[in-house]
């Protein structure tokens, strides 16, 4: 039975606390555990889970783009191949490599449109990639997703890792629909629209939840799935 998470679990005295160490996540897995009965075993099974935190900006957002919808082993390669060429990576000199370097590096004719529009916004000042950092989850999201090319999964990695939101949970995430459904015994893989619903009895700490679950995913299957 799902129980609602305490007014002390809440993710710190400011609204937008981002997770920004292990301390946040060891209170964020005790409070899940709290609220979650179910997420007791999840979190023995699951070894350390990781923070994964990277620094907000273009190249960070650059580097989710890249691996869209591509292994992890052809993503490294294609980011190895963008940022020897283009160094260091900023929309500035991103666009003045053109078309030349970026099919060098193996970016596909969508993940070129898709920067080449980020690129545009942040230098025209309509997407402060920093800002993301400091303001609501959701209102983030709507003004990441405004950009042509970046979809949902994008914008909540993105804030994830990048910003440290404390609440996102990526439910378009196929190994996170796959570990929650093999961890909560389910019989199938969970949708998204099914997955999001779950997700929400372990708000405000959805972004420890994720995190514990492509922890879990990596320990049964021997893989490194966290984005």
Known sequence: MVRQISRNCAPGTQRHAPISGR?????GLSCLR?????????IAQSGE???R???????SLASIVVSQQVSRQSADAIWGRLTSLIDPLDPERF?????????EAGLSRPKQ????AICDAVMSGGLDLEHLCRIDGDDAMRELTAIKGVGPWTAEVYLLFAAGH????????????AAVGEALGLARRPAVAELRAIAESWAPWR??????FWAFYATRHARAVMP
């Open 23 to 27: 301390a946040d996540i060891e209170r």
């Open 34 to 42: 709290a609220a979650d009965p179910r997420l007791e075993a999840v």
């Open 49 to 51: 889970v990781p923070l």
């Open 53 to 59: 935190r990277t620094e907000p900006g273009f190249s």
């Open 95 to 103: 666009l003045a490599g053109g078309e030349p370097s970026w099919r």
């Open 113 to 116: 449109r898709t920067l080449v």
């Open 166 to 177: 404390p609440d996102i949970f990526p439910a378009g995430d196929i190994a996170l629909q």
């Open 207 to 212: 972004g420890v939840a994720a995190r514990l």
